[in-house]
């Protein structure tokens, strides 16, 4: 059985449980309904606003404004100050995720405090609808203990939703013949506790847009005439599901839940690394199996004592298929090849990965309090090809074992927080390396082992009740990924040799509320940015290997930068956002480093002092938005929101080198507009989107170029008790 069918087994017979539960409580009164929303929007304002609060520098997304609209999570955190995510392509493509000038690996991805660093491609930001998520926290730079992680510059926590009784399905479709779908719902016996909680969403697309481009002509190698064509080998299919059984609010546990995630994909690769490499039958696919625990239990044993435990078993297994005999253009013409289109492979990575982190918090008196965190990840690789199954890098080990160890101490007055946390970072990797000193490969086993230790603390003061400040400094380290140290096998070259990255990270900022009572609510916040970091990792692309890439240290790089963001409200009718971003980041390594047999080499770095190309500098968003109660009540609301992200041109390889350089992305401004009515006392929603919607031509990695103009319509069916 499909992994996707037995997920949809499992969530069928959740949900179904969910609605019986509420057929009666649909028919309940207005005003109790009115009552319980005020509470829930009172509830989640206490909890943000007490995020926002905290010491560390925080952005937090309210994902209930969101649930009417198309957004996949990775869309969302796009308009947030610092954040900028840029992607090869259309509905399921692969992305580049930066927060203030840290991309990537540097930047950690949990959900409900549970790592997701190797859960598979199916499983990440832009598959996932903000409909599963109650809020999405964005920690820059310093991070609590409470996380574990040995994030280099920040961390993305998606806070799942955890309403008592609801259900919430919706199915959208749009542009490139795109159809999203989601259904999430919780049951919960208020008698015994028992619970249940399920997510689902399925997304397809044939992503099937227009790009310009120059096609290659196969009988001579030259580049003929810019001309429109249509992408024609770019389909992508997702399916996941998350089921939780168990019972909360009990005398031995907050929750107990015992669960799985099951996901899947498939992937077409169109391109390379540029849009002048085109492929017409690459592929990939990938699929997962997690079973997880979740359990936290206040005043364990004894009293403000607090235990959080989460553990998931990941079992993933990606494919690769290169077996296409034909060479393409971007006119589908074709050419005959010896093998396939690249290299002739059917890779099969299946990986198995531990994780559990443990947290233990103890409040010691009125103002202070302590945490210890443990996370533990233990990763194997397994790899086979049909097509070489005698490959002996197979029978190599590859695998990576990575502990973390967080303490903090924390101090708490009516305007003062203060928090001081050491932490150890413990990295043991095996995998191998070819020693050949001839053309005949041999290839020898490594071991690393790593061990290095981290500090910094945090504090926020209240001058006055609308005037906060913040600062917090961290030295912090990043041990290598699997996908860094091991490679996949195919478009990435493994590298043994990797040094964990060191950085230190400096942020200061104060939030302003301007107005805060009345008809109108105005609020400031800036934070200035500085990040020094050594040994750092990045991708290594060569244009002229569009396929082949290799994760390297590249020495020493700085970031010097600031964000800001106002944000204004009229009587609850209109909203306003603006937010700017500004990332000067540049190479500090004065001169390059290689060994060979012949000794040690040190050539200057013609890079030192510029900036690091391939990286927005300057960045910024705008929303404006309206709320309407045509039918006189306030669940039948009419939203209407406009949004445009602005991204100033850069260059895409070093501008220093050579005259005229004519590698840069452009300068972009897209314009997007939504709008939802919720009918129904709020149960029925129907809503509208277009994106990009002047038809601006835009751009991210190396100029691979993004869908133009699209338009989605979704509908939502909503009830809670």
């Not at 770095?605 to 039918?631: D, H, K, T, V, W």
Request: hydrophobic residues 35%; aromatic residues 10%.
């Amino acid at each position: 059985m499909h992994i996707w069918k037995l997920g949809a087994l499992v969530l069928l017979a959740s949900i179904t449980s969910v609605h019986a539960q509420h057929r009666q409580d649909t028919i309940a009164s207005d005003t109790l309904k009115r009552k319980n929303v005020e509470e829930v929007r009172v509830d989640g304002n206490v909890t943000l606003k007490n995020l926002k609060e905290q010491a560390y520098n925080i952005n937090v997304i309210d994902a209930k404004m969101l649930y009417n609209s198309s957004l996949d999570i990775n869309q969302a955190l796009n308009r947030t100050t610092g954040v900028r995510i840029r992607e090869d392509g259309g509905l399921g493509s692969a992305f580049n995720f930066s927060l203030n000038g840290f991309t990537g690996r540097q930047v950690k991805f949990f959900m409900d405090g549970l790592p997701m660093d190797n859960f598979g491609s199916s499983l990440t930001l832009n598959n996932l609808p903000t409909t599963m998520a109650e809020r999405i926290e964005i920690y820059k730079g310093v991070l609590p203990v409470s996380l574990g992680a040995d994030a280099l510059g920040g961390a993305v926590n998606i806070v799942t939703r955890k309403n008592a009784n609801y259900l919430d399905a919706s199915y959208g479709f749009g542009s490139f013949n795109t159809h999203k779908a989601s259904v999430n719902g919780a049951y919960t016996n208020a008698a015994n506790g028992f619970t249940v909680r399920a997510n689902a969403f399925y997304n397809y697309s044939d992503n099937n847009y227009r790009v310009r481009v120059r096609p290659v002509d196969l009988t001579t190698g030259q580049l003929m005439e810019e001309q429109t064509v249509r992408r024609f080998h770019d389909s992508y299919q997702s399916i996941g599901a998350q089921v939780d059984v168990g019972v909360t609010d009990r005398s031995y546990a907050d929750h107990l839940l015992f669960g799985a995630i099951l996901s899947e994909n498939d992937r077409d690769i169109q391109t390379g690394v540029t849009m002048q490499q085109v492929f017409g039958g690459r592929t990939s696919n990938s699929n997962s199996i997690i079973p997880t625990l979740k359990y936290k239990k206040t005043d364990l044993f004894v009293e403000n004592l607090d235990l959080t435990l989460f553990s998931a078993y990941n079992i993933t297994t990606n494919n690769f298929i290169d077996t296409t005999r034909l060479r393409y253009n971007w006119l589908q013409e074709t050419v005959p090849t010896t093998a396939a289109e690249v290299f002739r492979s059917q890779l099969k990575n299946r990986d198995k990965e531990l994780l559990t982190t443990a947290n233990l918090a103890y409040q010691l008196d009125q103002h202070q309090s302590l945490s210890l965190n443990y996370l533990l990840t233990d990763f194997r690789r397994q790899s086979s090809d049909v097509e070489n199954p005698n490959d002996p890098t197979f029978l190599m080990p590859q695998g990576l074992r990575k502990q973390n160890l967080g303490l903090a101490w924390q101090t708490t007055y009516e305007r003062f927080t203060a928090t001081a946390f050491g932490k150890l970072f413990l990295l043991d990797a095996k995998s191998f390396e070819n020693v050949s000193r001839n053309n005949v490969p041999e290839y020898a086993p490594t071991n690393i082992s790593r061990t290095n230790g981290g500090y910094g603390a945090a504090i926020s003061y209240f001058f006055r009740d609308d005037l906060q400040a913040k600062a917090s400094y961290e030295r912090t380290y990043r041990l290598p990924e699997a996908i860094e140290l091991l490679g996949d096998g195919l478009f990435v070259r493994r590298n043994s040799n990797l040094r964990p990255e060191r950085s230190d990270n400096l942020n200061i900022g104060a939030l302003y509320t301007v107005l805060s009572e009345g008809t109108h609510r105005l609020n400031l916040e800036g934070n200035f940015i500085f990040r020094n970091a050594k040994d750092y990792i990045r991708q290594d692309q060569q244009q002229s290997q569009p396929v082949d890439r290799q994760f390297i240290n590249v020495g020493n790089v700085r970031t010097v930068g600031a964000e800001a963001e106002i944000r204004y409200g009229w009587n609850n009718r209109l909203f306003a956002t603006v937010n700017a971003t500004y990332q000067h980041i540049t190479d500090r390594t004065e001169f390059l480093v290689s060994e060979n047999l012949t000794g040690v080499t040190r050539t200057p770095n013609l890079n030192f002092g510029y900036r690091i190309p391939n990286m927005p500098y300057f960045f910024g968003n705008a929303n404006l938005g309206a709320r309407f109660e045509p039918l006189g009540n306030d669940r039948d609301v009419l939203n209407v929101n406009y949004n445009i992200n602005f991204v100033e041109r850069y260059y895409l390889t070093p501008n220093q080198l050579g005259l005229n350089n004519t590698d840069i992305i452009p300068r972009q401004v897209s314009h997007d507009i939504t709008a939802d009515m919720a009918f129904g006392q709020g149960k029925y929603v129907i809503a509208a989107e277009c994106r990009n919607l002047l038809n601006s031509e835009l751009f991210d990695n190396y100029l691979l170029q993004k869908p133009g103009r699209s338009f989605f319509l979704k509908l939502r069916y909503f009830i809670t008790k």
